[in-house]
């Protein structure tokens, strides 16, 4: 009798450790993103880091209007700042300059809504500096790991979004990579400051956006720079 009440006790506590572990993620994560939009509205001419031991911060704030998209760009395509946000790929143009903004993020998170876009969605990039520029998306594709020509620099502004293939893959990583391509639209480049909203007041969702469409891995590095999204993507 008392073996199968311990038996009974240790199932019970094993489920309510897995209960507590389903809730713990999420939790995390919604944390997380609190922080990071506080760490944007706080970045000024220094970096602000979204908590004490993070290793990375905000440069960029992406949004996509048709899906309701809008996340928080880190600094640096490492599993450290992929795990919570897209990252900029070092190496590529930085948010706001001319060239190509090479953006990276995991197909099961953050970049899920890629599979969504289509030739002519506009994308907003918004800058520490509360400029924000407008991008439309001109072309997908899949590429191999090997073929990194979409990460070298581009005559026109281009930002580029780069993520793992198949998007609805159940094993993580492989050697295809799926790529969206958006070029600047032109004389479209207008800072927040000049609608009167401030980046703090943007971030907490003071503001509103309009109606929009609900929403129904992959770090890069110069040399094989896809061949290192497979250790850093699901």
């Known amino acids: 009798m008392r073996v199968m009440q ?17 809730f713990y ?15 944007w ?21 992406l949004e996509v209007p048709a899906l309701g998209v809008d996340q928080i760009v880190l600094a640096g395509d490492e599993g450290a700042a992929l795990a919570f946000a897209p990252g900029h790929v070092d190496g590529t143009a930085a ?18 809504f890629l599979g969504e ?12 500096d509360g400029e924000r520029n407008s991008y439309v998306v001109t072309s997908t594709s899949v590429v191999h790991e090997t073929e990194t020509a979409v990460l070298d620099p581009t005559a026109e502004p ?11 893959g159940a094993r993580p990583g492989g050697p295809l990579r799926y790529v969206v391509r958006a070029q600047e ?10 609608c009167g909203v401030t980046r703090a007041v ?21 040399g094989n720079r896809l061949s290192a999204i497979r250790h850093r993507v699901r």
Do not use: M
């Open 6 to 22: 311990r038996l009974a006790a240790a199932s019970v506590a094993a489920g309510v450790l897995l209960l507590a572990g389903g």
């Open 25 to 39: 993620l999420p939790a995390k994560a919604a944390v997380a993103q609190v922080l990071l939009r506080r760490a």
């Open 41 to 61: 509205a706080a970045t000024g001419d220094l970096p602000v880091r979204p908590w004490p031991w993070a290793r990375t911060w905000p440069v960029a704030r």
């Open 95 to 112: 948010p706001g300059t001319e060239g190509n903004i090479v953006l990276a993020g995991h197909r099961d998170t953050v970049f899920a």
């Open 117 to 128: 876009l289509v030739l002519g969605d506009e994308l907003w990039l918004e800058t520490t």
């Open 158 to 168: 281009t930002l580029t979004l780069v993520t793992c293939y198949p998007l609805d």
């Open 185 to 194: 639209k032109p004389h479209r480049r207008a800072g927040l400051e000049a």
């Open 202 to 222: 943007w971030s907490f969702g003071l503001v509103d956006r309009g109606s929009r469409r609900r929403p129904s891995c992959c770090g890069v590095s110069r």
